[in-house]
Every structure is written in C-alpha cells, then in structure tokens.
C-alpha cells in the first residue's frame, strides 16, 4: 500500500532529512539515496531498502515506475509526496522523482574477505566524498574485489558519494580498518601492495601487474604516509608535464586501477 504524506514536519520525512547528517546517518547505519540511477542500482544489487520516497508527478519514465512497483511488490515502506516535499529533501538541481532510505551495508574485513584474487584498493584518510564516490565507480567497472578505507576516511555512504558513485556503492563491497587490521588481512591474503609516489623511479604504464595487488592510495592532501609507504613492496611514478605537481586522487586512482585492468585482461583474452 502507497502512503500519501503532505507535511514536511512528517516523522518519516524528517528522518529521511536527517540523513544527510553524518552523525545520524552512523547511528541509524542508514544512507539516503536519490535519482533513477543510484535507487535502480540499490535495488539491483538486493541492498536492503527501507522505504521509497517519490512524486508522480516529476516521476515520468516507465523505469522510475517501476521501481515503485517492486518496492510495492516487496513489501517495502513507499510514501508518495507532493513536489515542494521531494525538493525539501533531494540536493540535485532537477530531482528525478525519486528517493530511497536503506541500510548500510558494509563487509566484514576478516579471513573470508582474503580469499578474493585480483583487483584491491585501499585508501588512506581519503576526505572528498566526490573523489570517494568516482573511486567507488573505477573499482565497479574495472571488477575490484574490494575498496578498504583506512583510518579517518571520509563516509561513502555520504549523498554525495553516492551520487558520485552513480550507484556503484551498492554493488562494490567495502570495509573499514586501521594499518594494523589492514596487516593483518595482507598477512592472510597475501596481495603485493603498490603505491605511488612522484619519488618513484618505476613508470606506472611500464610495470607489469601481479595477478593479486592491492593499489595503497594516500590521501588528497599529503599522499600516503610514513607507516602505509612502509608496507609497499613497489612504488609507481605517474609522470606528469606541465606546471602541476599532483594530481586528484581520483584520477590517480583511475589510471593506476585501468592500466592494470587492461593489462590483466589482455593475459586472458
């Protein structure tokens, strides 16, 4: 059954609100979602939905219809809005229609998270949700088993990594650990751990890939650290020309995680 709601001081809706808070969003291990794209994908990767929040009237296309329809069909919470409710709690410039509130999902980083050959990344203290999100989104499309956030990372549940994720956060499984956690889980998986820096003397593109690595990102401002640097077995250089001395995290990410990909890949073809 469909609940109509029209008061924006509504305990659903200002739970719902409430969400993009960081703070409330730990302690209800909940995120809120919005959009065609990253709701579709919640639901496509079985993420556990709690309630389904929508206007018909911004909700047009026959895909947004039926996510109502299997939300209905599961017996999720769905509240129908008027427009002025909806815009009260999207952030995009054109809200699609939709939202979803679900349960966070995170793995558990202990022996059975080791046992996934291929493509891992950590990252260290990572604080921009947006770079986050994109990261998120390389790993999904490049198959990473696994994104680990070290330390102080920033939340990937946070809107707007989600929305940077494009819904990539439902489908690629993440933990949370500290340096010695992570220790531990490269003593049982036995990935080899690679780095960048601009010290390096190896050229990212020219490197040949281990089957199993762990890409060790630092964070935005200060790259990897003393005690993360140490745990590398290879440190790779991405050149650069030009009065830059960096490059976005994200970016990094991206063309470290694809030439490896792409390398791999070609072995298999």
């Excluded at 933990?175 to 220790?183: A, E, M, Y």
């Amino acid at each position: 059954m469909i609940e109509r709601i029209t008061s924006l001081s509504n305990p659903r809706i200002l739970h719902a609100r409430k969400l993009y808070d960081l703070k409330y969003r730990r302690q209800e291990s909940a995120f809120i979602a919005e959009g065609l794209k990253s709701v579709g994908q919640a639901f496509d990767s079985k993420a556990e939905i709690r309630t389904l929040i929508f206007n018909p009237d911004q909700l047009s296309s026959d895909f947004g219809q039926s996510l109502v329809d299997r939300a209905s069909q599961a017996g999720i919470q769905v509240i129908e809005v008027p427009a002025y409710i909806l815009e009260s709690l999207a952030r995009k410039d054109k809200p699609q229609g939709i939202l979803a509130v679900g349960s966070q999902r995170w793995s558990v980083f202990d022996s059975e998270a080791a046992t996934g050959q291929g493509i891992w990344v950590a990252l260290e203290s990572v604080q921009n949700p947006g770079n986050l999100g994109t990261i998120i989104r390389t790993c999904d499309a490049a198959g990473a088993k696994g994104l680990i956030l070290l330390d102080e990372s920033t939340d990937p549940y946070d809107p707007a990594a989600i929305k940077a994720s494009m819904g990539s956060i439902f489908a690629v499984p993440h933990f949370k650990t500290g340096v010695d956690g992570l220790r531990h889980w490269l003593g049982l998986s036995k990935p080899v751990v690679i780095g960048t820096s601009d010290k390096a003397q190896t050229d990212y593109s020219q490197y040949e890939y281990p089957g199993h690595l762990l890409f060790l990102m630092g964070s935005e401002r200060q790259g990897l650290s003393g005690r993360y640097l140490d745990i590398c077995e290879q440190t790779l250089a991405i050149p650069m020309q030009g009065s830059a001395d960096s490059l976005n995290l994200a970016v990094a990410t991206a063309l470290v995680v694809y030439q490896a990909y792409n390398q791999l890949r070609s072995k298999t073809v």
